[in-house]
Structure formats: C-alpha cells, structure tokens
C-alpha cells in the first residue's frame, strides 16, 4: 500500500494553492503549519510574507482565508492577531485518514519511506573482550538499537558493527598465563553460561596480572607474546581466538536479557582493521595529513589546544611503533566508506570521546577519506548516574555490572506484574515472561525517553511505577486496549466518517496521524528521547479518550465501531512505535 497522505501535509496544500492566489510571489513559500492549542493547527508564515511584500499582514492573512474551500479537509478558518490563520481540521477527514493508516497491509500504518535513503554503517554496543559489561555499556547498546530499527524502518540500508576491544597489550599477558596453564578454560560452549564464562575469564585475568606484577621472568614472556600476537603467529592467535569466543558467550548472554539481536557476521573488533594500520599510517604521512615528531606519527590541528595553550596532536602511530586507537578508527573509516559504501558513519559512543573522533573525523577529511558524500557523526551520549546524581556504583564503589541491574529491573518488574496477575489471569509463565519485558521495557525506556547528550539518573522504583512517563504506563495503555478489544463481542473495529467526533476523540485522532511524521523526523534527527515523547504523549491522551468517551458502552452500534477503530489504531500505534525504540508490548498485564 503507497503511504498515506497525512492531515497536515493536506491543509498545507489547500493553503499553499490559497496563499499563491493571494500572492503569486509566495507560491513556493512554507505557511509554517504547527499543531496549536487554539485550533487543530495555526500558520504563522503570513506575517513574514506580508512584510516582504510590504503588505499589511492581517489583510493578507484575511485575503487567503477568503479563497480557502471548506468542507472535506478543512471545517473552518480564522484569522488571529496579527495574521496568524487558526485552522480546524474536519472530523471526516480526521477519520478518514486514520482509516487509510488502518487498512495499509503492509503494516507500516501508512509511513512513508526516507525519501532519500542511504547507507550507514552505525557503531554501538563495543563491549571489551575479557572483561564484563557494566552500566557504561547500557546506552551504547540501547540507543545503537533504536537507531538501528528507527531507520531501517525508513528504508535506510543499515550495516551493524560492534567495534569490540580486542586487542592490545594486556592479550599478551593473558595468552602467555594460558598457554603455560592450558587447562583453565578447559571446557566445551555448549557446558557453560555466558556468566560462568566470563567469570572465568576474569579470574584468569587477576591471577595472570598478578604473576605479571610479581614475576620479571613472566612479564618479559607475557612481552614478547604481545608482538608474537601482532605479527600473526599461529599459536599466539589460535589462543587469542579462544579468549574471542569465550567472551563471546558472555556478550551474547547479555545481549539476549536486552533482549536485543546482535549477530556474530556484525562484530568487528580493533582486530579486525589490523591488517590496514600500516597503511593507514603510509597514506597519512605521504600525503603530509601526518608528520613525525619525536618519532610518534601525529597529526596536529590549529584550532584544537590543550590546557596551557599548546596543540594536542591525534598520535596515530607511536614512537615504539605501536598504534594507537587512532589509526584503527582511521583504518575502521577507509573499510566503511570504500568497502560497505557507507553515504553515514554513525558512531554512538561515550559524549567524554568527543574530542578524540572530532581529531579522527577531521584527519580522515583531510585524507580524503570523508567527502561531501558521505557524512560522519558521533552520536555522544551522557554518563547513568545513581539516584545520588553521581556516577552509578554499586555500595562498594564498583562500577554496577550489567547483568546484575537487568536482573534486578526484571525482578522489580515481575513483582509489579504478579501483582496484578489473578485479576487479568496470566500464567505463571505469563508473569515471568511478561516481568522480563516490562523489566528490560523499563531500563531501556528510562534511557532512551531522555535526551542522549544527557546524563540521568538510574531509579529503578521509578522506572517500573505504572504512573508518570514509564514504559510500564504504555504498557499497560496498550494491554488495557486489547482487553476492550477481547471484550468487545461481536462488535468490531471500524471507521464510520459520517459521525461527529467528540474533543477527547479529535485530539487522540490528531495525534495518531502525527505518528508518521515523527518516525521520519526521530530517524533524520537521530533522537529516539522525540519518539518515547510522542508515545506517552499517545497514552495520555488514550487515558482522557477514556475518561471521557465510554467505547463499548457508546450511544450507537456505529459509535462502539468507531471507538473500538479508534482505540485499536492507538494500539497498533503504541505497538510499532514501541517496537522501534526496541521495547515489547505484552498482550495481557
């Protein structure tokens, strides 16, 4: 089904063809339609248009409402103040257009794809081999997800990374530990969780440290494993390739609480660009983007200081010839642009880097490896802080582990969810799985209903109250409907434009036909915090709908009908919407 045309998109029009009969010379200029409290909509683009025509704004504005038809899309027109136009949208046209968003097959409830999609390489969730996930992993994989779903719902060509750390010097000590003690992780995959399995890892991390700080004998073996490592020896690798996949299990563990996919194919960690560092440092220095000083390869940028005033360079190789995180986001950029193809670079990563890829995003232009083809950006996010405004860390300081936090939102969660449990008749199996959801919901929405740049605080009371702006609130909005609608008898859904719409009515009607417009914007923008914005803004209106307008208690068979269209469309809605921002919506709670 083609995309439906939406409420907004059609006053516009009549009002451009009203405007340019006015005044031929505005036929390309924008009314700037906006929702309004006043009227459904209101248009504020007369007053500039008038002055540049050096005409007298309410006269103009008086002139266009003269050659506006009311009637199908547009009930009525006033002119206020001093030339803003304040429209009210038909209540047919209301209906009719959620009726074409209701009947699109597709299931896309009418949106229209990106009208110029591209390919973006978007990187996110970057755990660390060898080491768990903590509360610092929580946003990058969260809002990478998001991003991911938001536009490839836009028709964007999206290819996922997961620029894992796995690489560098401390895979020498660990490798040299375990090819001297080559039964510590002597175990099959399929025999042990991903827990178990990075908790092994860390404790031969400790211990192997430990021998590293107590034995000179072991630190020089551990040493000469590192370049071993790096020159590709077979042994050395096949042991590293062991710590990958442990790791792996782990990563993958996590990620399934998050209840997000990440696929094996899409991780590509440092490791993976090892064969182009000394490549990308050749094209750096003869192209003069890089020079040598003090035998480091740095480049050095004007307006970029340090505090004393001096310039801080981005050292891509050192001066004992190793390379730095520098020349792997380099290499990482020449594979993304020249080998997938990437018109976007997407990096969601940690607001603290943003001096580090403003170094690296400016040295691959210079390079000509960033044109104005293809656009790169970091997608910074803020730090997770405790209810106490500070960093988050468990009562011993540690930094929290993920796992950990996901178990404890589940629990919460499954509590709130038990509660209410024999009232809607949920299984057992019911409320556990209907408690992950509204767990994982919670912790994922709290993240992502606020601005990224932004820190928050981690409440997980708050975030699993079924009152203010929760993922539960929604969750429950949605569920509330599916039980009208399993209660509904032989009634069922369907748009009748003949009946008059009652306020609560038109306001939840606006509202969804601003769903597509939304998607679009929140994808372009790269803000997933607008869409969590629009759909409590949806479920708070679905609470008025329902205080106000009784559904299957409505005056006529035809108003039960078009109350129980309405409410399904606000389910199908909350639905999707919830779906991009990667949070699941239970039939029953």
Same mark, same amino acid.
């Given at each position: 089904?083609?995309?439906?045309t939406?409420?907004?998109d059609?006053?516009?029009?009549?009002l451009a063809?009203?405007?340019?009969a006015a005044?031929p010379?505005?036929a390309?200029?924008?009314?700037?339609?906006?929702r309004?409290?006043?009227a459904?909509y209101q248009?504020?683009?007369?007053?500039a248009?008038?002055?540049k025509?050096?005409a007298?704004?309410?006269? *103009?504005a008086?002139q266009v409402v003269?050659? #506006?038809t009311t009637g199908d899309? #547009?009930?009525?027109?006033?002119v206020?103040?001093?030339?803003f136009?304040?429209?009210?949208v038909?209540?047919k046209?209301i209906t009719?257009?959620?009726?074409a968003?209701?009947a699109d097959?597709?299931?896309?409830l009418?949106?229209p794809y990106?009208?110029?999609?591209?390919t973006?390489?978007?990187d996110?969730?970057?755990?660390?081999?060898a080491?768990?996930?903590h509360?610092g992993?929580?946003?990058?994989?969260v809002?990478g997800?998001?991003?991911?779903?938001? *536009?490839?719902?836009?028709?964007?060509?999206v290819v996922?990374?997961h620029?894992?750390?796995?690489?560098?010097?401390?895979?020498?000590?660990?490798?040299q530990?375990?090819d001297?003690h080559p039964?510590?992780l002597d175990h099959?995959e399929?025999?042990?969780?991903?827990?178990?399995?990075?908790?092994n890892?860390?404790?031969?991390?400790?211990t192997?440290?430990?021998?590293f700080?107590?034995?000179?004998?072991?630190?020089t073996?551990?040493r000469?494993?590192v370049?071993?490592?790096q020159a590709?020896d077979p042994?050395?690798?096949a042991?590293w390739?062991k710590?990958?996949?442990e790791?792996?299990?782990?990563?993958?563990s996590v990620?399934?609480?998050?209840d997000?996919?990440?696929?094996d194919p899409d991780?590509?960690?440092?490791?993976?660009y090892?064969?182009?560092l000394a490549?990308?440092?050749?094209l750096?220095?003869?192209?003069?983007?890089?020079?040598r000083?003090?035998?480091?390869?740095?480049?050095?940028f004007?307006d970029?200081?340090g505090p004393?005033?001096?310039?801080?360079?981005?050292?891509?190789q050192?001066s004992?010839?190793g390379?730095?995180?520098a020349?792997t986001?380099?290499s990482?950029?020449r594979?993304?642009?020249?080998?997938?193809k990437?018109s976007?670079?997407?990096?969601v990563?940690d607001?603290?880097q943003?001096?580090?890829?403003?170094?690296?995003?400016?040295?691959?232009?210079?390079?000509?490896?960033l044109?104005d083809d293809?656009?790169?950006?970091q997608?910074?996010?803020?730090?997770v802080?405790?209810?106490?405004?500070?960093?988050?860390?468990?009562r011993e300081?540690?930094?929290?582990?993920?796992?950990?936090?996901?178990?404890?939102?589940v629990?919460?969660?499954t509590?709130?969810?038990r509660?209410?449990?024999e009232?809607?008749?949920?299984t057992e199996?019911e409320?556990v799985?209907?408690g992950r959801?509204?767990?994982?919901g919670?912790?994922?929405?709290a993240?992502?209903?606020?601005?990224a740049?932004?820190d928050y605080?981690?409440?997980?009371?708050?975030?699993?109250?079924l009152n203010?702006?929760?993922?539960v609130?929604?969750q429950?909005?949605?569920?509330?409907?599916?039980s009208?609608l399993r209660?509904?008898?032989e009634?069922?859904?369907?748009a009748?434009?003949?009946?008059?719409l009652a306020?609560?009515?038109?306001?939840?009607g606006?509202h969804l036909?601003?769903?597509?417009?939304t998607?679009?914007?929140?994808?372009a923008a790269r803000e997933?915090h607008?869409?969590a914005?629009?759909?409590y803004?949806?479920a708070s209106?679905?609470?008025?709908?329902?205080?106000q307008?009784?559904?299957l208690k409505?005056?006529?068979p035809?108003?039960?009908e078009?109350r129980?269209?309405?409410?399904?469309l606000?389910?199908?809605?909350?639905?999707e919407?919830m779906?991009l921002?990667?949070?699941?919506?239970p039939?029953?709670?």
């Amino acid at each position: 089904m083609a995309s439906v045309t939406s409420l907004r998109d059609s006053v516009q029009q009549h009002l451009a063809s009203a405007l340019s009969a006015a005044l031929p010379e505005a036929a390309d200029a924008d009314p700037l339609l906006r929702r309004s409290d006043r009227a459904d909509y209101q248009a504020n683009g007369i007053l500039a248009l008038a002055k540049k025509a050096k005409a007298n704004p309410r006269e *103009l504005a008086t002139q266009v409402v003269s050659g #506006i038809t009311t009637g199908d899309v #547009i009930a009525d027109v006033e002119v206020s103040g001093p030339g803003f136009l304040n429209i009210t949208v038909a209540d047919k046209a209301i209906t009719e257009n959620l009726a074409a968003r209701y009947a699109d097959d597709t299931g896309r409830l009418g949106v229209p794809y990106a009208a110029h999609p591209g390919t973006t390489v978007i990187d996110y969730a970057q755990p660390n081999v060898a080491k768990e996930m903590h509360v610092g992993h929580l946003r990058s994989a969260v809002i990478g997800d998001a991003m991911v779903r938001l *536009l490839e719902f836009t028709g964007e060509n999206v290819v996922r990374r997961h620029h894992i750390g796995d690489w560098g010097t401390q895979f020498g000590m660990l490798i040299q530990y375990l090819d001297e003690h080559p039964h510590e992780l002597d175990h099959k995959e399929s025999e042990v969780s991903g827990e178990e399995a990075m908790s092994n890892l860390d404790r031969l991390y400790k211990t192997a440290r430990k021998l590293f700080d107590s034995d000179e004998e072991f630190k020089t073996r551990a040493r000469r494993r590192v370049v071993d490592l790096q020159a590709g020896d077979p042994k050395t690798l096949a042991i590293w390739q062991k710590f990958v996949d442990e790791s792996k299990i782990y990563f993958f563990s996590v990620f399934d609480k998050l209840d997000m996919e990440v696929r094996d194919p899409d991780i590509v960690g440092e490791s993976g660009y090892n064969d182009m560092l000394a490549e990308t440092c050749r094209l750096l220095e003869e192209s003069g983007v890089a020079v040598r000083s003090e035998g480091a390869l740095c480049v050095f940028f004007d307006d970029i200081k340090g505090p004393e005033g001096n310039p801080v360079p981005l050292i891509v190789q050192k001066s004992d010839g190793g390379y730095g995180y520098a020349a792997t986001d380099l290499s990482a950029i020449r594979d993304r642009v020249f080998n997938l193809k990437a018109s976007t670079l997407l990096y969601v990563v940690d607001a603290r880097q943003a001096l580090h890829f403003r170094m690296v995003f400016q040295t691959a232009r210079r390079a000509g490896w960033l044109n104005d083809d293809v656009t790169a950006v970091q997608l910074a996010f803020g730090t997770v802080l405790g209810k106490d405004g500070k960093p988050f860390k468990t009562r011993e300081g540690e930094t929290v582990k993920l796992e950990n936090l996901l178990d404890e939102a589940v629990e919460r969660a499954t509590a709130v969810v038990r509660e209410k449990a024999e009232k809607v008749g949920l299984t057992e199996d019911e409320i556990v799985e209907n408690g992950r959801y509204v767990g994982v919901g919670a912790v994922k929405y709290a993240d992502l209903s606020t601005s990224a740049v932004r820190d928050y605080k981690f409440d997980l009371d708050q975030m699993v109250s079924l009152n203010g702006d929760t993922s539960v609130y929604l969750q429950y909005a949605y569920a509330r409907i599916q039980s009208i609608l399993r209660k509904a008898g032989e009634a069922r859904p369907a748009a009748h434009p003949e009946l008059a719409l009652a306020p609560a009515e038109r306001a939840l009607g606006l509202h969804l036909d601003q769903f597509a417009e939304t998607v679009l914007e929140v994808a372009a923008a790269r803000e997933p915090h607008k869409m969590a914005a629009y759909l409590y803004q949806l479920a708070s209106l679905l609470t008025s709908f329902y205080d106000q307008c009784p559904v299957l208690k409505a005056d006529s068979p035809a108003q039960v009908e078009n109350r129980l269209f309405l409410v399904d469309l606000t389910a199908r809605t909350l639905h999707e919407g919830m779906a991009l921002l990667g949070i699941r919506t239970p039939g029953k709670l």
